[in-house]
């Protein structure tokens, strides 16, 4: 019952880094940018979910296409006044302004919020559903659910809607895709919104779970980067994949050998795998989708 | 008349200008060679972690710190000689830490630097100080190593970890024991830490001095604090099946702990806090009714502190700034404040007016001062006494024990510094 519970917890886990891990997925894949500010931007979102909730008193889950939206207009005005900007330019320049946005961010959710831990509070939230002898929250579960959810409208979006097709074209052949008539400078920009967009899903989901303060993006934001070179950059459902066998791996080392070495052994496994299968765990590298 | 005029403003200016030299050069004097010979003021550079992920703790504490000392000026100053106060931000990074007090020693010529709330972080201050022949005046850091031996440059007002252990073991030994029925040497102890310099010194404290009692230790886990999810840490203690927990977080990983027993139904007769178990960020997250019973070990939370017992100096002081403290930040004075407000007061009330009357204030003179501090139990605001060792560490200090009651962490044992008496056993958790 140990083990189960153990894989349980990293199940949901790893629910958490996919939800984080797709939008840098996207944006990578597309856009073709080392998103440092990633994580940043997840904070962001947590700080809105916060002010949604403490000040106009709405369910914090309920906050989502509001915050949805507006992670997704931060996330077009960014590409369009920053990243564009920069895209035709050395990957240094590329890494630094993203880094350096995400510095910005970080520090201006301080100013702003201060470096207290908030929370949000949802009452069926943190209630425990027993699975025979496997104990997880309502909100854990609320997070896979909402985790597989958005990986089936981000694939069905990438293949069933024209936007979708346009972006896949301009992240495989952009080229191509701009004589084919496809504008690649907006295709860029949707994706990055879509990409930050996502960060917004994720901070919903996550935001019953964890305390919210200036820094938290940065552990899930490595872990991130972690998630999408390991699933094949720019594969969605490789990198919810992975994001899973990662979460499961680190709950149950942690669980039955060691709690303190556990992240190493991610990191340990993390670069065991880019020697012996540099394309990722599924061999897919830079498509979307 | 507008040449008369021109006249007239050039002398002003030339007085102006003179005074502005005489005033520069007094002040100049005072940087370099600390107060004395009729200087005006005793410069003390505060730096705490006010930003970054120690912010919300180590705020309070420096926010204790600045209410003593501008108490202080409002008495007059010590001894007549008023304080100049310096804020510095250590922005939660050992690193920046030992760059801002440099600054503060080079550009704002301090004679004292008072913080530092982590053991980390007190590790990178250190060094400086003792370099620059500058005090630090510790009121947050438990961890024993924090100074060098042989730096004399370094006091520390409240108890190292050491304190933590002998508090939680006494407390098992005194009130625990009878109610568990068993004798100390059969109650199942669990102890889980955070990593850090802080976690670990007090999860070691506990196993050394543990032996000396028998201590029936049937798991010990440390985990760092930046972890995603503490399940694995609740699955591992709750195979081992303890009577007790004694677990030291950081503010971060408390309320993940604290949800993840929730979530596997760990329930224990008993569970002694520190740090992240004080914190208002805890009470937020759980209510009243989700964290009643939970004990935690520390200096006192002030705020819930019988000030009954102690000396008349250290009373009014402490039942003035306390009401102060909540009413300006909006909170209690709890833990961390409460070790701004006694560190702050020893400085102020006990070490500088010997300093001063020594003729200068230097590091080596509030050295020299504080080496003769002799405060009898109940004469600081946090209900200890102090006096220092050799190695700058107050052997009169002491942690206690206190207790979520109605939302509200309680001091309830020792007796004497008790708001109210432990309550037993702890609610498990179908009954939250």
């Not at chain 2, 007094?26 to 005793?42: D, F, M, N, R, V």
């Not at chain 2, 060098?148 to 970890?161: K, L």
């Not at chain 2, 889980?192 to 230790?217: I, M, Y």
Request: include cysteine.
């Amino acid at each position: 019952m140990q083990l189960a519970s153990a894989a349980a917890s990293g199940i949901a886990l790893g629910a958490i880094y996919a939800l984080v891990a797709a939008g840098l997925n996207l944006i990578f894949g597309v856009v073709k940018i080392i998103n440092f500010a990633q994580g940043a931007m997840l904070t962001v979102a947590l700080y809105g979910v916060y002010l949604l909730d403490t000040h106009l008193g709405i369910n914090p889950y309920l906050t989502l296409p509001v915050v949805v939206v507006a992670m997704g207009a931060l996330g077009y005005v960014v590409h369009i006044g920053l990243i564009d900007r920069v895209l035709g330019k050395e990957r240094a320049s590329q890494l630094l302004i993203t880094f350096g946005l995400a510095m910005a961010l970080k520090n201006a959710c301080l100013a702003v919020f201060g470096a207290d831990h908030l929370s949000v509070t949802v009452a069926f939230g943190s209630r425990v559903v027993d699975l025979g002898g496997v104990r997880v929250t309502v909100a854990s579960l609320i997070a896979l659910g909402g985790a597989a959810l958005t990986m089936a409208f981000l694939y069905g979006f990438l293949h069933r809607t024209r936007a979708g097709t346009a972006i896949r074209a301009v992240a495989q052949q952009p080229d191509s895709a701009r004589l084919a008539g496809i504008n690649a400078r907006q295709m860029y920009a949707l994706a990055f919104a879509i990409g930050t967009a996502l960060a917004g899903v994720a901070a919903v989901l996550m935001s019953p779970i964890y305390a919210i303060e200036p820094d938290i993006g940065d552990a899930f934001g490595v872990m991130a980067f972690i998630v999408v070179i390991l699933g094949g950059l720019g594969s969605v459902f490789g990198a919810a994949a992975t994001a899973l066998l990662i979460g499961v791996a680190q709950s149950v080392f942690a669980t039955m050998i060691n709690v303190q070495m556990s992240t190493a052994f991610v990191f340990l496994v993390f670069i065991v795998l880019m020697i012996v299968r540099p394309n990722g765990l599924f061999g897919r590298t830079t498509r979307v989708a | 008349m507008a040449a008369r005029r021109a006249g007239t403003f050039r002398r002003r200016f030339g007085v102006a200008l003179g005074a502005a030299a005489l005033a520069a050069g007094s002040l100049a004097g005072c940087g370099q060679s600390g107060t004395g010979g009729g200087t005006p003021e005793i410069r003390i550079g505060l730096l705490f972690p006010t930003t970054g992920g120690m912010a919300s703790l180590g705020t309070d504490q420096s926010n204790g710190v600045k209410l003593v000392l501008e108490w202080a000026n409002a008495h007059g100053g010590v001894s007549g000689t008023k304080i100049k106060i310096f804020e510095g931000d250590s922005q939660s990074n050992p690193g920046v830490a030992a760059t801002v007090a440099q600054r503060m020693i080079d550009q704002n010529q301090v004679q004292v630097i008072v913080g530092s709330y982590a053991s980390g972080i007190a590790q990178a201050i250190a060094p400086v100080a003792q370099r620059n022949r500058v005090v630090l005046w510790e009121v947050g850091a438990v961890a024993p190593t924090v100074a060098q031996a042989g730096d004399r440059y370094f006091v520390r007002t409240v108890g190292a970890s050491t304190t933590y252990a002998a508090a939680d073991l006494d407390f098992l030994d005194g009130f625990l024991a009878a109610k568990l029925g068993k004798p100390i040497d059969q109650i199942r102890v669990a102890i889980a830490h955070e990593d850090g310099p802080f976690g670990t010194s007090v999860g070691q404290a506990l196993v050394a001095q543990g032996k000396a009692k028998n201590l029936n230790v049937v798991a010990q886990e440390a985990y760092p604090e930046t972890s995603a999810d503490l399940t694995p840490v609740v699955l591992r203690l709750k195979a081992t099946n303890p009577d007790v927990l004694l677990i030291s977080p950081l503010v971060a990983s408390t309320p993940l702990f604290w949800q993840a027993a929730r979530t596997q139904n760990f329930n224990v007769k008993a569970i002694i806090g520190s740090a992240g178990f004080s914190s208002s960020t805890f009470v937020k997250k759980f209510g009243a009714k989700g964290v009643e019973g939970v004990y935690d070990v520390e200096p006192p939370a002030v705020a819930h502190m019988n000030s009954a017992n102690l000396t008349a100096d250290a009373k009014q002081l402490l039942d003035e700034l306390r009401t102060q403290f909540t009413s300006t930040f909006g909170h209690d004075c709890l833990v961390h404040c409460g070790d701004g407000l006694g560190g702050g007061y020893i400085l102020v009330k006990d070490v500088l007016p010997r300093a001063v009357a020594a003729g200068a204030v230097t590091g080596d003179s509030i050295r020299a001062a504080a080496a003769k501090t002799d405060i009898a139990a109940g004469g600081t605001p946090q209900g200890f006494g102090a006096k220092f060792s050799d190695s700058g560490e107050n052997e009169r200090a002491r942690s206690v024990i206190m207790q979520w009651q109605n939302g509200a962490l309680v001091v309830v044992y020792p007796k004497e510094l008790a708001m109210a008496d432990p309550v037993y056993p702890m609610p498990t958790w179908d009954q939250r």
